[in-house]
């Protein structure tokens, strides 16, 4: 998984310039149920993988959420 | 479960909305949303505009006015009416079923079956499957099927998510049988265990209505609601549409022997435009196959939306020619139904606006 692509695909649907792995995805203006969806919606057709409400909900950096869906990617 | 129905057809739909036309640039001021997150919203939903109920105008009522149409102008006659189906999640009353209420608003005779059925979403389509097997009995001429969903009256209208993308709607569809086989292939599923994420939990008799169900609490930012509106989880939906649509659609592509190529149009429920873009996507079937152009016009009218997409965007085609067309209804329940037919022609096919009469 190519993580900067990834932060470039965040940053799109939290519509703000640049996402680092650090971020905290609560601490953006953009950031509500809906940008989550958009989060599923991102992992579902770019990456192929399903992330549950509650894992997304759990989930507090922007590294978790890459290494969220990287660890779907390789089961 | 799969299953073929033959001998069967519809003759003809009239959905009926509401004249009351908001627009999301005139509401949106009074969400609790910045200019900013509005505009994110609009875009990421294709949101336009929809249709609202005025308090005193109930499904039943925009049902019963597309049945007038269809009685006024000759396409259906009352002795034809063998069965009233009315689908929807807003009745008039617990009791008694809102289709007698109709039928006693017609002065309908007595031999006629009324029988309501509580589904949202997939709600036409089981409607159809309903309208089948009633016409399994012989003495029975025609079945009207009436969709009427008001769900906007079962949300806060300050709640910035679910209200834009509400609209209300009543559709009245006639289904008949009819000399050529034309095999209608269908496939129903049901997962009960998900049952509550579409819910409004309170004002039934598991949760009787009391002062407290009724009080407004504020969910996340501009998400108000309360224990009798209308609770969504939108991530287990999204979920659920992406995992469980797409393989049933191909499913009951391959047990009807179609291919994206033979289908005309793909005829799908109407969520809203972000997930239904999503699914085309997965799905690989062109954008132009799969309208999706209901909720920024009308909004989200649960078991209506079908009706509309096929009065919208095939309407005209559909007054003299036969189309083959795969439909999709999925949500509430959890329920998820597929088919896929030879539709019209439809001389009738149609939507009109309500008029108080």
Known sequence: MDKAKFYEQLAKILDIGEVKPEHALRDFEAWDSLAALSILAMADSKYGVTIKAEEIRSVVTAEQLANLVESRMKK | ?357
């Open chain 2, 1 to 357: 479960m799969k299953s073929i129905f033959k001998h069967k057809r519809i003759s003809s739909i009239v959905s009926v909305v509401p004249k009351e036309e908001y627009r999301f640039d005139d509401e949106y001021p009074s969400f609790k949303l910045t200019p900013e997150k509005a505009k994110r919203f609009k875009k990421m939903m294709s949101l336009d505009r929809h249709r609202i109920a005025p308090p005193e105008v109930c499904s039943s009522d925009l049902c019963l006015y597309g049945l007038q149409q269809l009685l006024k102008d000759g396409t259906l006659k009352p002795e034809e009416i063998g069965a009233l189906v009315f689908v929807s999640q807003t009745p008039d009353y617990f009791m008694p079923p809102t289709s007698n209420v109709i039928h006693g608003k017609l002065g309908l005779g007595h031999d006629v079956i009324c029988l309501d059925i509580n589904q949202g979403c997939a709600g036409f389509l089981l409607g159809l499957v309903q309208a089948f097997l009633l016409l399994e009995i012989s003495a029975l001429p025609k079945v009207v099927l009436l969709n009427g969903d008001t769900c906007s009256k079962q949300m806060d209208k300050c709640n910035r998510i679910s209200y834009p993308l509400t609209g209300d709607a009543g559709s009245v569809t006639v289904i008949e049988r009819c000399e050529a086989e034309n095999p209608i292939y269908m496939d129903i599923k049901n997962d009960g265990s998900r049952y509550k994420a579409i819910l409004v939990p309170a004002g039934a008799f598991r949760t009787p209505a009391t002062p407290e169900t009724i009080k407004l609490r504020e969910v996340e930012e501009g998400v108000v609601q309360s224990e009798q509106h209308i609770h969504m989880d939108g991530a287990a939906i999204f979920n659920f549409t992406m995992n469980s649509v797409p393989p049933q659609v191909d499913e009951t592509l391959a047990f009807s022997g179609d291919t994206r190529d033979s289908i005309d149009w793909f005829l799908f429920h109407q969520p809203n435009p972000f997930i239904l873009t999503q699914m085309a996507e997965k799905m690989k079937i062109p954008a132009a196959k799969l309208p999706n152009n209901i909720v920024s016009l009308y909004g989200n009218c649960s078991s209506v939306t079908i009706p509309l997409n096929i009065a919208l965007n095939c309407g005209e085609q559909l007054k003299d020619k036969s189309l083959r067309v795969c439909f999709s209804g999925f949500g509430v329940g959890l329920t998820w139904i597929s088919m896929v037919m030879n539709l019209g022609p439809l001389p009738v096919c149609k939507i009109v606006d309500y008029e108080a009469t």
